[in-house]
């Protein structure tokens, strides 16, 4: 496919391309986000969430699980930037806030990294209970009509009786005082915080998952290789990568267990090397090498599928449980 008059990137034509064009071209990869149905399926919970708890007497809340790499803030901050902070008569309004919770946090830290995203120049003085009470006039001042807490899991980063009882009275107390809609979002592992604590589970019945891709069935495979053609649209080269190409798309399910950061990242660093070899497209010997400079730490026993010739998805995933198995 040629697509030169669309793609705002020139043709190379053999020439490698320098050093800031490079450059640009891995940026533009890093941008790409596609409206997967998953994606989709969750930006319009959220939209329920905030359309649906305004004006409401209780709120609704909502905890978003998902392993790394899913995409979960991917669809939370484009929901956030959907709304823009306004000046009004001298005050900042935010429609929407959205925080991460710093790592080995508590509830003190919390309050100040919420300030913080708010705009105070205070957010790092007072004690937890003055934070606490700042935030929440602020939350009023500011119009904040859906509050969402990312990087959950980092409140449970010290995990001791103590501490979970802290944070989960702190939590539910804020939830009630807020009294707008509040996201939090973590790794599957934070959902313990609900088990300890009956009344916060209460106030978070809605509990949703983002999964990965999945290549088992035949409308899963169809779904990868949609997203996969999506994304080989939005590269920075003139010509297809074929990405979404049976042959391909088994290796890059395989390549990335259907984990958007994964691909992002493999396909990132094809793009510098395709670029600088002054190719118009990504090819298998590009995400060959692309794949062998990355170390995906929670799989020791994956290898490199690329360039492999009549390649089988579910032999190689066999062949990799069959090595861990051996090695434990
Ligand atoms: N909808 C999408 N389309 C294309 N790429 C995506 C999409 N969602 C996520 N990605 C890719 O995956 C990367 C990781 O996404 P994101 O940071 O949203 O994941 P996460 O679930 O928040 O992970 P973590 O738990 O580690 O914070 C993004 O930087 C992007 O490259
Ligand atoms: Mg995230």
């Known amino acids: 496919m040629d697509s030169d008059q669309q793609s705002p990137f020139k043709r190379l034509n053999g020439i490698p391309a320098d050093q800031i064009d490079v450059k640009n071209r891995r940026e533009h990869v890093k941008k790409i986000v596609i409206e997967h149905p998953n994606y989709i399926k969750l930006l319009s919970e959220v939209e329920d ?10 709120p609704d809340s909502m905890f978003l699980s998902g392993v790394a790499g899913v995409g979960k803030s991917t669809v939370l901050e484009e929901y956030t930037n959907r709304f823009e902070r306004q000046i009004v008569n001298n005050n900042t309004v935010i429609p929407v806030l959205y925080s991460t919770v710093p790592v080995g946090a508590t509830p003190k830290s919390v ?15 007072g004690t937890e209970i003055g934070l606490t009470s700042r935030l929440l006039n602020f939350i009023k001042k500011c119009k904040v009509e859906l509050i969402i807490i990312d ?34 979002c973590g790794f599957p592992e934070s959902k313990k915080i609900f088990k300890f604590n009956p009344q916060l589970d209460r106030r978070f019945l809605v509990k949703l998952k983002m999964e990965g891709f999945y290549y088992n069935t035949q409308e899963e495979q169809i779904e990868f290789r949609t997203f996969l053609n999506s994304i080989d649209k939005r590269l920075p080269f003139v010509e297809s990568s ?4 049976k042959q391909l798309a088994d290796k890059l399910y395989y390549a990335t267990n259907g984990l958007p950061s994964h691909l992002n990242k493999i396909l990132y660093e094809a793009t510098a090397l395709a670029a600088k070899s002054g190719s118009d497209s990504i090819d298998e010997n590009h995400l060959y090498e692309a794949f062998n400079k990355l170390e995906f730490s929670t799989r020791p026993f994956v290898s490199n599928p690329f360039t492999v010739k009549e390649f089988n998805i579910v032999e190689a995933f066999e062949i990799e449980k069959l090595r861990s198995k051996d090695a434990n």
Do not use: M
């Open 49 to 58: 969430i905030h359309f649906y708890s305004q004006e409401s007497v209780k």
């Open 111 to 125: 309050a100040s990294k919420l300030l913080y995203s708010l705009g105070d120049p205070l957010y790092e003085r």
């Open 151 to 184: 990087e959950f899991q980092h409140l449970l980063d010290r995990d001791t009786q103590h501490v979970l009882n802290k944070a989960s009275e702190w939590v539910k107390s804020f939830c009630d005082e807020a009294g707008v809609p509040i996201i939090l």
């Open 242 to 245: 074929s990405l979404a190409s």
